[in-house]
């Protein structure tokens, strides 16, 4: 009688992988949300939103700041649930490409970037246009921007609403726990640090958007 020849490497390749297929529907449904989780992560990049917040409420003070910071989320949540069930469907409606969304953010974040790189206070003038900054560009484009509502509808389709919905939420507690601190990172570096880093984060930004413009085209 023959017996097969596994090595040791391919049976703990094997013990793996009947592990997976037969783990428990909570424990595949929690490596799900894991991955969801990570993916939206790297998508909505919640640490490098920080210097950008810092830039675009450079003179606020810190009430202003928090209150910014928890309308930013709170709306870009909003967002990304309008789109998690009904994308498609508003992007047929308008005969609106993904692609063009792309564009059209990436528009958008380079006219921001500008602002903030030639000193140019239109969103700073006065406390209600504070409550405009929480829309745009922090809600959107900046949390939820072209790329994670496309995320978020690509998800909603590969893991389901609950998983999704799960990873969103996690992600947005992040970006609201870095915002609402983001204070703190200002009294260690000090307002020249901060007027450096707003001045550099505007390059970024600028460069955010040229990236989604280029990825839209293929260029």
């Known amino acids: ?24 529907p909570n424990i595949n449904m929690l490596i799900s949300i894991v991955k969801a989780f ?3 992560f790297g998508v909505m990049d ?14 606020f003070d810190i009430q202003t700041k928090k209150r910014l910071a928890i309308k930013a989320v709170l709306r870009a949540g909003a ?7 009904l994308g498609n469907a508003i992007l047929d409606f308008f005969r609106i490409s993904i692609e063009s969304f792309r564009i059209a953010g990436g528009l958008i974040i380079i006219l921001i970037g500008l602002q903030i790189l030639f000193g140019i206070r239109s969103f700073k003038d006065s406390l209600s246009q504070a409550d405009d900054l929480s829309s745009v560009p922090l809600a959107t484009p900046l949390i939820a921007g072209p790329g994670m509502i496309t995320t978020t509808i690509i998800f909603s389709k590969e893991y389901g609403y609950i998983i999704t919905i799960i990873a969103i939420a996690a992600n ?8 609402h601190f983001a204070h703190r990172i200002v009294k260690i570096i000090g307002r020249s640090g901060s007027l450096m880093l707003a001045k550099f984060m505007s390059l970024i930004l600028v460069a955010i958007g040229v990236e989604f413009i280029r990825n839209a085209l293929n260029l």
């Open 46 to 59: 919640s640490v490098g939103n920080v210097p950008v917040f810092l830039s675009l409420t450079e003179g």
């Open 38 to 40: 990570f993916a939206i």
């Open 172 to 179: 947005l507690l992040l970006s609201w726990i870095l915002f």
């Open 1 to 24: 009688m023959l017996l097969p020849n596994l090595s040791s490497r391919n049976f703990v390749s094997l013990r793996n992988k009947n592990f997976f297929e037969r783990a428990p």
């Open 79 to 85: 967002i990304l649930l309008v789109f998690l069930f």
